[in-house]
């Protein structure tokens, strides 16, 4: 079974979701919409927790090498 997760990306697109508009056409015009799909749920978890992390910063990269 495959899991779908959206991301809905742009301030106005993510006020309006929390205002109660779920229409993806709609959010789609106010931001972007991404659909991301994996195959358990612990990817899910993972991912959502990244996203999660992320959110209310302009900029998020993710790195391996950095030094103590």
Request: hydrophobic residues 50%; proline residues 3%.
């Amino acid at each position: 079974m495959r899991h779908e997760v959206h991301v809905i990306l742009g301030r106005a697109a993510v006020e309006a979701f929390r205002e109660g508009e779920a229409s993806l056409l709609v959010l789609s015009h106010l931001g972007a919409v991404r659909t991301f799909r994996f195959a358990t749920i612990q990817e899910v978890n993972a991912f959502t927790d990244g996203v999660e992390t992320a959110a209310g910063f302009d900029d998020a990269l993710p790195v391996e090498d950095l030094k103590p």
